[in-house]
Nanobody, 126 residues
Framework: QVQLVESGGGLVQAGDSLKLSCAASERPINTLIMAWFRQAPGKERDFVAGTWMNWMNPNTYFADSVKGRFSISKDIAKNTVYLQMGSLKPEDTAVYYC?????????????????WGQGTQVTVSS
């Protein structure tokens, strides 16, 4: 089992920035594919961003809707992955989930991830 705990959600205004955290336990994050998904009420759980290691180099993958606005970083000592969200829009409002797995072929498919956090609410007002 990999335990994931998200934090950092909140209520912000359009154009603001927000940083989400995903703290992992039991396995180092550099051995995992780490991803962020989001889900609004009545909608599918959609891929936001993912990161994984190719040797010492991080690979990142972003949904088109957040490219140029969101970024991923990590703190290895804290075994934590961050999602830095900027230029937030009301359309970004959702519960944001951290996900992880050891091997994922299609990294944008939620069903491919075995481990999930509880989610953190992000609300962007207009």
């Amino acid at each position: 089992q990999v335990q994931l705990v998200e934090s950092g959600g909140g209520l912000v205004q359009a154009g603001d920035s927000l940083k989400l955290s995903c703290a992992a336990s039991e396995r180092p994050i550099n051995t995992l594919i780490m991803a962020w998904f989001r889900q609004a009420p009545g909608k599918e759980r959609d891929f936001v961003a993912g990161t994984w290691m190719n040797w010492m180099n991080p690979n990142t993958y972003f949904a088109d809707s957040v490219k140029g606005r969101f970024s991923i970083s990590k703190d290895i000592a804290k075994n934590t992955v961050y999602l830095q969200m900027g230029s937030l829009k009301p359309e970004d409002t959702a519960v944001y989930y951290c996900a992880a797995d050891g091997t994922v072929m299609d990294k944008a498919r939620a069903q491919n991830y075995a481990y999930w956090g509880q989610g953190t609410q992000v609300t962007v007002s207009s």
